[in-house]
């Protein structure tokens, strides 16, 4: 299919030459031809078609015969329709400059997503969002696919906290950057607590409301890691009230240990706020712990294995042998 014309191959005509690999070397002098690696386009097409022919037949096949394989383009796409979506956020985002009320705009941009997975996101407990006041919401992370529960959910001027390294998604990471997502190095301890210090500030004086995941890192083991305290300590120096959210477990349409995602139902529950005025640093620790406990008894309750049980979460040793 390919001409090439490699001239000299296998003849030495100079003493110079003879040390260069015969592939390597030309020589117009012994070369006539002037059109050395020429391809016409129509000898490419019968090569192209065929591939693309096999890829049609391919990827079908591995998406229906292979679980694993659907995992891989469900999560691919995933992914890659942020990034495009993003793409088309930035420009409006960039009207307004970085500032919250884009979050919004990332919002409605992503509330489709759950129709396009099959994934049922089912709200309750909404009316417990305080009306118009600033406040910290915790919730758990199992997965990227928190974001459709997170998007349903996402009150008005809410940003989240995320890892600094988000922040170089490409266009994902600059349209949070507009949306106002804060950034911390989880890293560097000193300067996360000091962006969190500097939130508690702004938090009242800007009228925010800031999501955490107390967790610090996703985990989808069917039960909770032990809470990091930034997003207490952040919101007892505000003075402000928590509003724990959770994420029923995606155990019976995802797991990516098993390559496993198929459509399915997740439930998210805000419950009622917890009060922090009058709290100092030294409650944080005991706040922490009441918190997450509330948290995972209602995470034990609302989760299934998918055959319309919470069973899995209460075998001895499995999954949910929750650290409680
Ligand atoms: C269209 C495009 C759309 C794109 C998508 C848009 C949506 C994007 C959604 C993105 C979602 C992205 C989701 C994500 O990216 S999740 C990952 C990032 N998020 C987090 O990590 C948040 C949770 N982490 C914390 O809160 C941690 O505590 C931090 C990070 C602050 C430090 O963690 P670290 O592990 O380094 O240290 P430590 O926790 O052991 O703490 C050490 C000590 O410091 C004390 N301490 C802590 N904090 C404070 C404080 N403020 N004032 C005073 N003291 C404080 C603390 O009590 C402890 O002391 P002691 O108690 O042991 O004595
Ligand atoms: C030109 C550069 C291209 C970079 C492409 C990067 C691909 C990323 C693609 C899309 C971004 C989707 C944004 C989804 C945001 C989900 C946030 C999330 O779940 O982050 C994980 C973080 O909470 C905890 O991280 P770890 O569990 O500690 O790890």
């Given at each position: 299919m390919v001409r090439t014309s490699i001239c000299?191959?296998?003849?030495?005509?100079?003493p110079s030459a003879g040390r260069l690999s015969p592939l390597l070397f030309r020589n117009q002098a012994h070369c006539p031809?002037?059109?050395?690696?020429q391809v016409t386009r129509m000898e490419l097409w019968p090569g192209l078609w065929t591939l693309l022919l096999l890829l049609a037949l391919l990827l079908p096949t591995l998406w229906f015969c292979s679980p694993s394989a659907k995992y891989f383009f469900k999560m691919a796409f995933y992914n890659g329709w942020i990034l495009f979506l993003a793409v088309l956020a930035i420009p409006v985002c960039a009207v307004r400059g970085?500032?919250?009320?884009n979050m919004k705009i990332l919002r409605l941009m992503l509330l489709h997503i759950k129709y396009l997975y099959g994934i049922r996101v089912e709200v309750r407990g909404?009316?417990?969002?305080?009306?118009s006041q600033p406040y910290v919401v915790v919730s758990n992370h199992q997965?990227?696919?928190?974001l459709l529960g997170m998007m349903e959910v996402l009150p008005g001027r809410c940003v989240p906290i995320a890892?600094?390294?988000?922040?170089?998604?490409g266009s994902a990471g600059l349209a949070c950057w507009l949306a106002g997502v804060i950034f911390i190095d989880r890293k560097r301890t000193g300067d996360a607590i000091s962006v969190m210090s500097e939130v508690a500030q702004t938090l009242i004086t800007q009228d925010v409301r800031v999501w955490v995941f107390p967790e610090g890192t996703r985990n989808h083991n069917g039960s909770m890691l032990p809470f990091k305290r930034g997003a207490f300590h952040l919101a007892v120096q505000a003075q402000v009230p928590i509003v724990p959210i959770v994420m029923s477990s995606y155990q019976d349409f995802y797991c990516k240990k098993e390559r496993r995602f198929t459509s399915g139902r997740c439930q998210v529950r805000v419950l009622p706020p917890v009060p922090t005025e009058?709290?100092?640093?030294?409650?944080v620790p005991a706040l922490a712990d009441t918190v997450r406990h509330s948290m995972l008894t209602v995470f034990r309750e609302i989760?299934?294995?998918?055959?319309?049980?919470?069973d899995y979460l209460k075998k001895p040793g499995g999954v949910g042998e929750a650290q409680l």
């Open positions: 000299g191959a296998g003849v030495n005509p100079s031809s002037p059109r050395p690696l970085r500032n919250v009320e909404a009316h417990h969002f305080p009306p997965s990227s696919l928190d890892k600094r390294e988000l922040l170089w998604a009058g709290l100092t640093p030294d409650d989760s299934t294995d998918g055959r319309g049980g919470g």
